[in-house]
């Protein structure tokens, strides 16, 4: 059942054209294609059968050169339509109809509400026409597109609007075209009635491209901003990558049940409305923030995606590490890029690290699959995301723009490899990446171990560095692989130290160098150094490593004082959090009272007086490791130990530096203008810093705190005052935390994406009725399971949200998912496999919570329909 990487085989036959008839209608939409196509020259050569890709549809006609075919000549299986051998050219007519309004899986071509919509990546273009659908058949497309006028007058596909015209009945059409090859996985078609806003860019080589942004009618209002986001995009893949677009027009839906984030469909993007829709009332700065990374990053894959495409889907970090690469390069332009980098690390370590050490652990390229859906995963994306990043640091930004020129010169128009693209890296600068490709084949984190000594007299500093891969599922024993370390030397007096390594005649002065570990254990020497410099390693998280280094306290909070590196001094202070909040777990569990290291304390006071920091970067640098840092940090993640620690901590440095918070509080609101909203990276850095200072004295428990907290959530103020406010309330057991809800919900129960806020703030407190709560808002009228926004919110909100409540030590939070993963599944599989994501690390657990984990899941696979979605996480979960 599994697929494989080892046995691909290339495409029998190719296809260079589709025309596409779509006529949608109210009981079945037929669908008619006609397909030219040949024999691949090279997948051998005579006559083979012409076996298509086809699910949920049925069938009507096949007629191949002309000549329509009895039933007796083609067999129509489950999932495969084989059609008799074929050699030279052929012409082949597929007729069949589907009915989208039933399509509650959201792949394919569906309808919700009054709008038509698809989603073909990975495979859902057979869901809507018998077709070769896998990446590497590459054809162009024509799309017509027959509706009733009244009910969808705008009808789109990709590429270029050709004709449009009436039809009998009250019904319409258009023609559209793509003079693009694409796989079919890019193929876009929309039908509605939609609002859209226009705007226009002209790329540096002077041609003019038409935007647009369609949703639906009465929030053309709210997309200001993913329209200067997109052309943020534009010219900066322009500057940054000499990549300029390719068509007439750029288009992008907001559609309001979709599974995932977004989707690249050449020309015709599709999105998740809430990665478009923003104003300052509705969404907070993080969703502001988010917007301009996604349209980037679907805009950044025209070039890294769609004019070079993945062969298979085991390639599919070659387009989306590479393409969040680029999106987070944008990111970090556009705004602070020690912030950036620190949010991107966050992510990776509370999401990514947990999904190496798990069951479903797979390497960046995976070699198997049962469900591709299920590999769109964070090790796919984000880790794929630093392995890219890591040859960005071995060849230098030079290097690797010659490398991603050549990658284009080589591929452009080509459906090719994680390897294609390394080899074009290496073709490009001479560095040998051979033992590098490890990265993309060995799944697991690596461990890097750091042990220093200096020697006063000699004035060496040798620094050890080693290298241990943890085994992973299917992958019992592993190779060092080369890690690149940007390292530094922080003096005593705060300043980092020139680098001369034993052995060379001058170091030039640097400051900084790239140790690159690609054996087991290494030492290197320094010289010339001083007494009581303080190595500063890893710096900005050059590589997705765990980093066992021999740091005191006191390094810690020298380095988190001193460092230069902004993520270097994130990390310090984040260590010297981790290591006092654990000891504070561990006195709980052993009975004791938990007392926070002071050091931690005074560190924080140190920061908050230092004014030289951004105030979005202070903010970062104030936030205690999350509670599933913690957990991970601990062989038995104790969740109810680390809640009380962690919560202890934040009363305690609420309370210790309230005169500090209250002061910056005053100084930041002061700087707010009232009524709109200043959208700046400086003002939101502000806001976020406002809203961390606001939290840190409600958790200090002095009315005043809480006092402050009730004025700025009133439900007039700007979405992202509102929300730091509730979020800072939403844990208490008093009756102005409910009155803070309450008003919120009222003003905003009709606006289905702050509803969502809502959800997510009741699903997430701490508060013991929590899971009550959740089950009776699966009855709310804004809640229904069937758009993934909804159940993200509400039972993603819990189950993911709120470790300390879905952990409950009674079982009930893993009864609650197993019920609500199999009511999805017959639904949704898709969304029902990632809601099941919070019962697969069950070992991570004591024994009672490991069996009632456990029990959950037996539960869910013993279901007599399960999809192969959830399935397979499941099963690989149990194993
Ligand atoms: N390619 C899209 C993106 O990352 C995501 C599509 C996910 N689709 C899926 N079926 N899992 O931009
Ligand atoms: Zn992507």
Redesign the pocket.
């Given at each position: 059942q599994p697929v494989r990487l080892q046995d691909y085989a290339p495409p029998p036959h190719l296809i260079d054209s589709v025309e596409l008839t779509v006529e949608l209608g109210d009981d079945w939409t037929k669908v008619t294609a006609i397909l030219s196509g040949r024999r691949n020259p090279a997948a051998g050569s005579g006559p083979a059968p012409i076996v298509l890709d086809g699910q949920d549809q049925q069938l009507q006609a096949v007629t191949l050169d002309g000549r329509r075919l009895a039933e007796s000549e083609y067999q129509v299986g489950a999932e495969k339509l084989t059609l008799p051998a074929v050699d030279g050219p052929f012409e082949l007519m597929i007729e069949g109809r589907i009915r989208p309004q039933d399509n509650t899986a959201l792949?394919g071509l569906y309808r919700s509400g009054g709008l038509y919509c698809t989603?073909c990546?990975?495979e859902?273009f057979r869901r809507i026409t018998y077709y070769p659908d896998r990446p590497d058949v590459m054809a162009v497309f024509t799309v017509r597109i027959e509706a009733d006028k009244e009910r969808f007058p705008v009808l789109l596909a990709n590429g270029n609007c050709v004709e449009t015209g009436e039809l009998p009945f009250g019904r319409h059409f258009a023609v559209w075209h793509d003079p693009f090859r694409k796989p079919a996985y890019l193929f876009a078609m929309v039908a509605g009635d939609l609002g859209c806003v226009e705007d226009s860019y002209v790329t540096r080589s002077g041609r003019e491209v038409t935007l647009r942004i369609y949703v639906d009618p009465g929030n053309e209002g709210r997309t200001g901003h993913a329209m200067e986001s997109l052309k943020r995009s534009m010219r900066w893949d322009e500057e940054v990558y000499g990549f300029e677009y390719d068509l007439d027009v750029f288009m992008i839906v907001a559609v309001s049940a979709f599974?995932?984030?977004?989707?690249?469909n050449k020309g015709l993007n599709i999105f998740n409305d809430k990665f478009i829709l923003a104003d300052p009332d509705t969404a907070t700065d993080g969703d502001f923030q988010r917007i301009e990374g996604i349209v980037a990053?679907?805009y950044f894959?025209n070039w890294t995606?769609n004019r070079i495409t993945c062969r298979d889907w085991f390639q599919l970090s070659l387009?989306?590490g590479l393409?969040v690469f680029r999106d987070q390069e944008f990111s970090a332009d556009m705004h602070d890029r020690g912030v950036k980098r620190v949010s991107d690390v966050r992510l990776l370590r509370t999401v990514q690290f947990p999904e190496d050490a798990g069951p479903t652990a797979h390497p960046v390229r995976p070699d198997t699959y049962i469900e591709i859906?299920n590999f769109?995963t964070v090790t796919v994306?984000e880790k794929g995301s630093e392995v890219v990043r890591m040859i960005h640091t071995l060849l230098g930004p030079d290097g690797f723009r010659k490398g991603m020129d050549l990658y284009v010169e080589r591929h452009d128009g080509q459906a090719v490899t994680c390897d294609d693209f390394v080899a074009a890296m290496e073709d490009a600068t001479g560095v040998d990446l051979s033992r590098f490709r490890l990265w993309y084949s060995q799944a697991g984190t690596p461990t890097v171990t750091a042990r220093w000594q200096h020697d006063p007299a000699t004035r060496r500093l040798d620094l050890t560095l080693s290298q241990a891969t943890p085994s992973t599922p299917g992958q019992p024993t592993k190779q060092p692989m080369p890690i690149p370390l940007r390292t530094a030397l922080i003096g005593r007096n705060g300043a980092p130290l020139p680098l001369r390594l034993d052995g060379e005649p001058d170091g030039g002065g640097a400051t900084e160098r790239v140790l690159v570990l690609d054996e087991a254990a290494t030492t290197v020497s320094f010289v010339d150094v001083p007494p009581g410099a303080v190595p500063s390693l890893l710096r900005g998280f050059s590589a997705p490593v765990k980093l066992d280094a021999a740091w005191s306290e006191e390094d810690l909070a020298f380095l988190a004082g001193a460092d230069d590196d902004p993520f270097g001094r994130w990390e310090a202070l984040q260590s010297l959090s981790t290591r006092a909040l654990l000891a504070m777990v561990g006195a709980l569990r052993a009975g004791k009272p938990a007392v926070l290291d002071q050091r931690v304390v005074e560190a924080f006071r140190a920061s908050l007086a230092d004014d030289r920091l951004e105030p979005a970067f202070l903010s970062e640098l104030l936030a205690l490791p999350g509670e599933s840092l913690l957990g991970q940090a601990l062989d038995v993640w104790h969740v109810d130990e680390v809640h009380a620690a962690r919560a202890e901590a934040r009363r305690v440095i609420g309370e210790t530096l309230f005169d500090g918070w209250s002061a910056l509080y005053e100084r930041l609101s002061a700087a707010e203008p009232a009524g709109g909203a200043d959208l700046s990276t400086a003002a939101m850095g502000r806001r976020a810093l406002a809203n961390a200072a606001l939290a840190y004295m409600v958790a200090s428990g002095r009315e005043e705190g809480i006092r402050l907290a009730v004025a700025q959530a009133r439900p007039d103020g700007t979405m992202t005052r509102v929300m730091g406010a509730l979020v800072a309330l939403n844990d208490l057991e008093r009756p102005e935390r409910d009155a803070a809800l309450a008003a919120f919900h009222d003003r905003w129960q009709n606006d289905p994406l702050v509803l969502d806020k809502w959800f997510a703030l009741k699903a997430g407190s701490a508060r013991t009725d929590t899971l009550d709560q959740v089950k009776g808002l699966l009855e709310h009228p804004g809640f229904s399971i069937r758009i993934p926004n909804r159940v993200r919110a509400l039972i993603g909100g819990f189950t993911a949200g709120n470790p300390v409540r879905f952990h409950a030590a009674d079982g009930s939070g893993y009864d609650f998912l197993a019920e609500q993963v199999l009511a999805l599944d017959a639904i949704n599989p898709?969304v029902a496999a990632r809601m099941t994501q919070p019962l697969v690390r069950w070992r991570k657990f004591d024994a009672g919570r490991g069996k009632a984990m456990t029990d959950a899941l037996r539960r869910i696979i013993h279901s007599p329909t399960l999809s192969k979605d959830v399935y397979e996480i499941a099963s690989k979960a149990l194993a």
């Open positions: 792949e989603q990546e990975a859902g599974n995932m984030g977004a989707m690249e990053h679907e894959h995606g387009k989306e393409t859906n769109y994306y898709q």
